[in-house]
C-alpha cells in the first residue's frame, strides 16, 4: 500500500486531470487505448497531480487502460473511478494498484433527487458510505469521496455524511457541482461551512468539481480554492459532458497570472498547455472554439487597431500573459519543399511536439507531399498535418485508398472510390447531391450503416485557396455518438476521411457497448 497524501503548503493547489474520465464521456470524445495511454504520459509529464484515468468496471476497454496508466505513471497519482459498491472498487483497486501512487474515488449521489435513484432513506445512505469507503481503505491508503450533487444536497445532511467519509478513512473529499448549477459565492460559502461544522475537515483535502452548465465553472472552482478547497477537478479543453468541466487551462493560468489576489501554485508546467490543448482537441474531435481562453486560436490575436498599434509598442498594454507562457510559439515562419527531416523535426519541437523516429518519417513524406501543393507551409498546417497523421491510424478497419470525383454545374455529381476493408481492397462508384454526398455515399455502399451524419464542418487551417481544410463530423447510431477529424488541402478528401475515421471509432465503440460487455449498465453520471 501507499502513504496517504501528507499536508501540504497551504499555497499549494493539487490538479486533479479527469479528461479520461469525465472528459471522454461528452458524447462523441470515445478515445482509443493508445490515445488515452498518449494523454496520460502527457498529463503525466506536464505536471498533473492526479489523472482519474477512467472507470474501471465500465468495460473491459476502461480497466486496460486504466491498469496500463497506472503501470506506466513515472509522477501522477493514478485514480480510478467506482460507485459506492464492493464490485466497483475491487475492480477499481485491480486497476489502479500497480501504480507508484494508486488512489480509489468513490461516490454516491446525496441529494434528495439521486437518493431516490437507489432508494434509500438518509440512514440506510449512510450506512453505505460507511460500509464502502471503509472497504476501500482497507484496500488503499489514498481514498476520495464525493457525494455527487453535492451542492444540491440538504446542509445538515452534507456534513453528516462527509463526516462518515473522513473518520472511515476518506484522505480527499469532493464537493462537486455535478449539474453546475452553483454560483461562485455559493460554491465559497459551502466549503467554509465544511470546514467549520466538520469534525477532521481540517485534517483532510477538500476538492471541487465543477460543471459549466451556467458558464461559471472556473469561477465557481476559483471560489471553492479562496475558500480552503485544495484540489481543483478539471479536464484539458474544459472537455466534459453537457456543457463541460473547469477548464485546466483556465484555472492553472488564472493563479499564474493574477497570484496578488490568489497566491496560490500549482506543479503545472504550463509551457506544455497548448500541445495537450491541440492533441486532446483531435483525439477527441472536439475543436477548440476560436474565442476559448487561453488555448483558443483568437486568445493572442489583435485585430482592432489600437490594440495592434499598442501591442507593437508594448505587448502587456493588451496582453496579460505571454503566449510563452503556454507553449505557443510566435514564429510562423514557412518551410517548403526544400525544407529537410532535421528542419522539420526542430520546427515541431518549437512547436511543442515530439515525435518517435518512425512517426516523424511518416509525417515527413506527408509534409513533402503537402509541400508540393503547397507554396507555402505555415505552423498551423503542421499542427494540422500531425494530427491528421496521429488520428488516420494505418491499422484501422477502414481507410481510404483511392478517390476520384466528378462535380460541377451538371449533376449528379460522382465519386470512384477504392476502399480497403480489414485489410482487402473494394471498389466502387456512386452519385450524390454534391462530390462530399457522393463520396459517403460510396462509403455507405461499400460499408453498410445506420449511423446519421449529425454534424458536418469545414475550416481552412490557413489562409489562401491553396490552404488545408479540416473537416470534422458527427456520427450517432442506436445511442452511440462519435467524431472525426481529417485535414487536407481537398476538401473532399478531407472530408472522406473524416468520415472513415467517424466509422472507425462507431466499430470501437459498437464493440466496447457489444453483449456481455458490462458498459451499459453503468451509470456515467459526472460527480
Known amino acids: 500500500m501507499t502513504s496517504a497524501p501528507t499536508a501540504a503548503p497551504q499555497d499549494r493547489v493539487f490538479i486533479f486531470d479527469t479528461t479520461l474520465r469525465d472528459g471522454e464521456q461528452s458524447p462523441g470524445a470515445t478515445m482509443t487505448h493508445d490515445e488515452k495511454l498518449e494523454i496520460a504520459s502527457l498529463l503525466d509529464e506536464m505536471g498533473v497531480d492526479i ?3 477512467g472507470f474501471p468496471i465500465a468495460s473491459e476497454g476502461d480497466f486496460a487502460a486504466v491498469s496500463e496508466i497506472a503501470k506506466r505513471a513515472k ?4 485514480c480510478g473511478l467506482a460507485r459506492a459498491n464492493f464490485k466497483d472498487i475491487d475492480r477499481c483497486w485491480e486497476a489502479v494498484k500497480h501504480a507508484r501512487s494508486p488512489r480509489i474515488h468513490t461516490f454516491i449521489g446525496t441529494s434528495p433527487l439521486h437518493r431516490a435513484i437507489p432508494n434509500l432513506d ?14 476501500a481503505r482497507n484496500l488503499c491508503d489514498n481514498v476520495q469521496w464525493s457525494p455527487m450533487d453535492a451542492t444540491r444536497t440538504e446542509h445538515d445532511y452534507l456534513c453528516r455524511v462527509v463526516e462518515i467519509a473522513i473518520k472511515a478513512g476518506a484522505t480527499t473529499i469532493n464537493i462537486p457541482d455535478t449539474v453546475g448549477y452553483t454560483a461562485p459565492r455559493e460554491s465559497a460559502d459551502l466549503i467554509r461551512m ?4 466538520v469534525p477532521g475537515a481540517d485534517e483532510i483535502i477538500f476538492a471541487t468539481h465543477c460543471h459549466n452548465d451556467l458558464g461559471m465553472a472556473t469561477a465557481n472552482a476559483l471560489a471553492a480554492v479562496d475558500a480552503g478547497a485544495r484540489q481543483i477537478e478539471c479536464t484539458i479543453n474544459g472537455l466534459g459532458e453537457r456543457a463541460g468541466n473547469t477548464a485546466l487551462e483556465e484555472v492553472v493560468m488564472a493563479m499564474k497570472v493574477r497570484n496578488d489576489i490568489m497566491p496560490y501554485r500549482t506543479g503545472i508546467d504550463t509551457t506544455k498547455i497548448m ?3 491541440r492533441r486532446v482537441a483531435t483525439v477527441s474531435g472536439f475543436q477548440v472554439q476560436f474565442n476559448k481562453a487561453i488555448v483558443g486560436k483568437n486568445a493572442f490575436l489583435h485585430e482592432s487597431g489600437i490594440h495592434q498599434d499598442g501591442v507593437l509598442k508594448n505587448v502587456e498594454t493588451f496582453e496579460i500573459m505571454r503566449p510563452e507562457d503556454i507553449g505557443l510559439v510566435q514564429k510562423n515562419i514557412a518551410m517548403g ?9 526542430a520546427k515541431l519541437k518549437e512547436l511543442g511536439v515530439e515525435l518517435a523516429e518512425n512517426q516523424l518519417n511518416d509525417v515527413f513524406v506527408r509534409f513533402k507531399a503537402l509541400a508540393d501543393r503547397k507554396k507555402e507551409v505555415y505552423d498551423d498546417d503542421l499542427i494540422a498535418l500531425v494530427a491528421d497523421e496521429q488520428t488516420n491510424d494505418a491499422h484501422e478497419y477502414l481507410q481510404l485508398k483511392k478517390l476520384r470525383v466528378i462535380c460541377g ?6 465519386a470512384d472510390m477504392v476502399l480497403t476493408i480489414d485489410g482487402q481492397d473494394h471498389h466502387i462508384d456512386a452519385t450524390g447531391d454534391g462530390p462530399v454526398d457522393a463520396a459517403f455515399n460510396c462509403v455507405k455502399m461499400l460499408f453498410p450503416h445506420k449511423a446519421r451524419l449529425e454534424v458536418y464542418q469545414v475550416h481552412a487551417v490557413t489562409e489562401g485557396t491553396d490552404a488545408q481544410a479540416t473537416v470534422s463530423v458527427r456520427l450517432q447510431e442506436d445511442g452511440r455518438i462519435v467524431t472525426g477529424a481529417s485535414a487536407d488541402t481537398d476538401t473532399i ?3 472522406t476521411r473524416a468520415y472513415i475515421n467517424a466509422l472507425n471509432k462507431l466499430i470501437v465503440r459498437r464493440q466496447k457497448t457489444a453483449p456481455g460487455n458490462d458498459t451499459k449498465t453503468v451509470s456515467y453520471h459526472s460527480k
Not at 75 to 78: D, L, P, Q, V
Not at 122 to 135: F, G, K, L, P, S
Not at 194 to 197: N, Q, S
Open 275 to 277: 500541445n495537450l490543448s
Open 75 to 78: 509522477n501522477s497519482t493514478i
Open 194 to 197: 465544511l470546514l467549520e461544522r
Open 122 to 135: 438518509m440512514d440506510q445512505m449512510a450506512e453505505r458510505i460507511h460500509d464502502t469507503v471503509t472497504h
Open 493 to 495: 478528401v478531407a472530408s
Open 51 to 53: 489523472i482519474e484515468a
Open 337 to 345: 519543399k526544400h525544407s529537410g527531416r532535421a528542419a522539420l523535426r
Open 409 to 414: 454545374t451538371d449533376g449528379p455529381q460522382e
